[in-house]
Each structure stands twice: as C-alpha cells, then as structure tokens.
C-alpha cells in the first residue's frame, strides 16, 4: 500500500473557524510532511515530523498547528486563518532519512486538501 | 540555503519533438527527485536518482544526475498530449528529511 490520504478535499471556512486536516499513511513511514501549494508554485514546506517529533517547523504562523498522534497519521489544526491562507495543502510521507541508516527512496503525496478561506 | 532551479519554467511543444528541462541546485545533494503533478492534483514521484551519472528511464521521460554539475535533466522524447503536466524537481540534503523544489517546469504537448 503506496497510499496516502488526507480528508476533507474541500474546506471551505471563515476567518473566526477552527478546523483539522487529517492524513494518514500505512508505509511505515517515519517522516511525514505538510505542505502548502500556492497556484502555480512549488510546494512550500511547512513542517516535518520525524518519529512522531517536530523536526522542521519553517517559521509558520502559530495559527497552524501541527500534531502527530502516532506513526501512521498527522494532523494539521487551523485557526483564525487569513483569505491568504487559502491553497492546496498536500501531506506526504517518506522514509525517515535520518534514522532509518539510509536516504529515503522518495516522498509519497497525498491528494491534498483544497483549502478556501473567506 | 539550497537554491533549485528549472529552466524553462513554461514549455510548449509539439506533439512528436523531443525536448530537456534543467534542474540546477546550490549546493552538494546526493540524491535527485523528479515529480509530475497534473492541474488541480498532487504530486506524483517519477524517479529518484541516487547517484553521479544515474539515468533512469520510463517511457518517454529519461532523466540524468551530474552530481559534479549540481544538474540534472529530464529529457522528453517523441511528446504526446498526456505528458502535459507541471514538473518539479527535488534534492535533499544527506543530513536531514527537507525536501527542497525547483521551481517547476509547465509544460504544454500541442497536437
């Protein structure tokens, strides 16, 4: 199972919402990622957990909050977001590079939730 | 900070021609991811390159990796519409698990 998935596809929600996106993966996968997509760029890192522990956090607004309950699945809960916040925010997996004694073989990505913020 | 750079960022070709987007980066990488993402999807892996003077190849789509040149290619032979799709590339540092994108390559197959 190469698969990722990540609900809702679509979120729509008001500046004052508080709202989750969820993934979940069953690679064995110790690095998960979250990403943010703007139309026609690349991904923009947001955060990776490595081993269910904040590795990298890029300096996002502490209105993202990132959470990992276990292995297999990673939370993203939005709060007080701003219309600029709206794009597609992509989950994805990987084999854990810094533990695992070897370089991950690639990242697999979820099918993104698209995110509408009014 | 690791730079990654495509060229060219918008590609329009014609069905049947053959084609090579670059993919430059900053600094020592030991390995090259190339992704596919179709409009409105996410992205999809088509191949990592691990080491100096890697190539791989599927289908129509040969990708390179010249460590010594920080460069990498991804050539196009004999395109056909279903290749039209936006392309990134990808390296990692040894050290960590941050992923760092081109800029992307749009590319267009006119019949």
């Known amino acids: 199972d190469t698969e990722v998935t990540q609900t809702p596809k679509h979120l729509v929600m008001g500046m004052t919402n508080k709202k989750s996106l969820k993934c979940e993966q069953h690679m064995g996968h110790r690095a998960m990622y979250w990403y943010k997509q703007k139309a026609k760029k690349p991904p923009e890192l947001m955060f990776v957990y490595s081993y269910e522990k904040l590795s990298i956090n890029e300096s996002v607004p502490s209105r993202f909050s990132p959470e990992c309950p276990n292995s297999s699945l990673l939370n993203l809960h939005l709060h007080a977001l701003q219309p600029e916040d709206s794009a597609l925010y992509l989950c994805?997996?990987?084999?854990?590079?810094?533990?695992?004694?070897?370089?991950?073989?690639?990242?697999?990505f979820g099918p993104g939730t698209r995110l509408t913020v009014l | 900070e690791l730079k990654v750079e495509q060229n060219p960022l918008f590609l329009s070709m014609q069905e049947g021609k053959n084609y090579t987007i670059y993919c430059n980066y900053s600094?020592?990488?030991?390995?090259l991811y190339w992704y596919r993402q179709d409009p409105g999807k996410s992205l999809e892996s088509l191949f990592v390159l691990l080491s100096n003077g890697a190539v791989k190849q599927e289908g129509r789509l040969m990708a390179s990796l010249d460590t010594k040149a920080r460069l990498s290619t991804l050539h196009i032979t004999a395109a056909v519409h279903d290749l039209s799709a936006t392309y990134f590339c990808?390296?990692?540092?040894?050290?960590?698990?941050?992923?760092?994108f081109g800029t992307g390559t749009s590319l267009t197959v006119i019949p």
């Open positions: 600094t020592t990488s030991d390995r």
């Open positions: 990808a390296v990692v540092l040894y050290t960590g698990n941050q992923f760092y």
């Open positions: 994805a997996s990987s084999q854990d590079r810094v533990l695992a004694g070897g370089p991950p073989d690639t990242q697999y």
